[in-house]
């Protein structure tokens, strides 16, 4: 979570550098880096229908109004989401609520996606569609997607790469009872 959050530039690393292709981010902004964040519990604007809370990203960088509403209905079709866009946040499931907060994610197509156990607290059949709907979606859009996670599913589903931290440091090489070399 902590990495995660020093890469959108929510913390401050106590060192080295961020990288996102190649360019240093690590004193940029939040908003000069081009990251898309999935948080374990879904951060949406309570006040703002669905629609405009995965149109939110779109409206502060002033895209046009024809070009947003095509990108929110793709994301929404995308994520089968589309009977959502209506309602609020607080009409929604937290299984929804995940859904409209990866949608807003990546209504934008950010260069990389910051995945913070995003499945943690949904049942398992939740679970299934959404590893589906994210890999579907990083076969698409070919985003680097890191992702926080304790669930050996998530990482078999979802990993091209896989680094495990222990208390900050990566470790590794190591062969995993499901087969995953790190």
Not at 8 to 18: D, F, H, K, R
Not at 26 to 41: L, Y
């Amino acid at each position: 979570t902590t990495l995660l959050r020093v890469i959108a530039g929510l913390e401050s690393p106590t060192s080295g550098v961020i990288r996102i292709d190649g360019r240093d981010v690590t004193r940029a902004t939040p908003s000069q880096r081009d990251v898309g964040m999935v948080f374990q519990e879904p951060v949406l604007l309570r006040h703002l229908s669905v629609r405009r809370n995965v149109s939110f990203p779109l409206d502060v960088r002033r895209r046009d109004a024809a070009d947003i509403r095509q990108r929110v209905d793709a994301e929404a079709r995308a994520l089968h989401i589309e009977e959502l866009l209506v309602r609020h946040p607080s009409e929604l499931s937290h299984g929804e609520q995940q859904m409209v907060q990866i949608a807003r994610a990546l209504v934008r197509v950010p260069q990389v996606l910051l995945l913070d156990e995003p499945f943690e607290s949904l049942d398992e059949q939740l679970r299934h569609r959404m590893r589906a709907e994210i890999a579907m979606l990083q076969e698409v859009y070919g985003v680097t997607t890191l992702m926080s996670t304790n669930d050996p599913l998530d990482v078999t589903t979802l990993t091209s790469t896989l680094i495990v931290l222990d208390e900050g440091r990566i470790v590794g090489p190591r062969i995993y009872p499901s087969g995953a070399m790190i």
